[in-house]
């Protein structure tokens, strides 16, 4: 991706109802594993691997990366956020802003409405955005810069899609 930083956004994977249970526990469904193992496959082919995952810390974001992960080389420097699980699109970018310019490349793993709004907010472009969607966004400046319309949109998967 050339100087600067890359932003890797994505929702978690299909996850399943848990009735009288927490939506905090609900698991990936079959389809949902089969979708994140997908994803690190096409980040994979892309030579995309992050440095720091930023992670929500419900159990269906967790299972994403790891069925992700399983693709990818290198071992990132892993975070997983109680405070991302309702955040909103302005709080995840905060913490964008917040990254250390050490990282060169950031994936985040949260829910919607904020992972489709954050690649909103930062590049200008309103995504469709299904579960175990993803989002290639690239940053010229610092993190620290990240503000709207700072970045642009390079990449992008879904589900369904060809590799």
Same mark, same amino acid.
């Given at each position: 991706?050339?100087? #600067?930083?890359?932003?890797?956004?994505?929702? @978690? &994977?299909?996850?399943?109802?848990?009735? +009288?249970?927490?939506?905090?526990?609900?698991?990936?469904?079959?389809?949902?594993?089969?979708?994140?193992?997908?994803?690190?496959? $096409?980040?994979?082919?892309?030579?995309?691997?992050?440095?720091?995952?930023?992670?929500?810390?419900?159990?269906?974001? *967790?299972?994403? $990366?790891?069925?992700?992960?399983?693709?990818?080389? #290198?071992?990132?420097?892993?975070?997983?956020?109680?405070?991302?699980?309702?955040? !909103?699109?302005?709080?995840? &970018?905060?913490?964008?802003?917040?990254? +250390?310019? *050490?990282? +060169?490349?950031?994936?985040?793993?949260? @829910?919607?409405?904020?992972? &489709? +709004?954050?690649?909103?907010?930062?590049?200008?472009?309103?995504?469709?955005?299904?579960? &175990?969607?993803?989002?290639?966004?690239?940053?010229? !400046?610092? $993190?620290?810069?990240?503000?709207? !319309?700072? #970045? *642009?949109?390079?990449?992008? $998967?879904?589900?369904?899609?060809?590799?």
């Amino acid at each position: 991706m050339g100087k #600067g930083h890359t932003l890797i956004v994505m929702r @978690h &994977a299909k996850a399943g109802e848990l009735p +009288g249970g927490p939506d905090f526990e609900r698991a990936l469904r079959p389809r949902g594993e089969r979708d994140s193992a997908a994803a690190g496959r $096409w980040l994979a082919s892309r030579g995309l691997s992050p440095d720091l995952v930023l992670c929500s810390a419900a159990r269906r974001t *967790q299972q994403t $990366w790891r069925w992700l992960s399983a693709a990818l080389d #290198g071992a990132p420097q892993f975070s997983a956020e109680r405070t991302l699980y309702q955040a !909103g699109s302005n709080d995840v &970018a905060e913490l964008v802003r917040q990254t +250390g310019e *050490q990282f +060169g490349t950031l994936l985040y793993i949260g @829910h919607n409405p904020a992972a &489709a +709004g954050l690649v909103e907010l930062l590049t200008g472009t309103e995504p469709e955005f299904p579960t &175990a969607a993803i989002a290639v966004i690239a940053f010229t !400046g610092t $993190w620290a810069a990240a503000a709207r !319309g700072s #970045g *642009q949109l390079v990449e992008s $998967w879904a589900p369904g899609l060809a590799p």
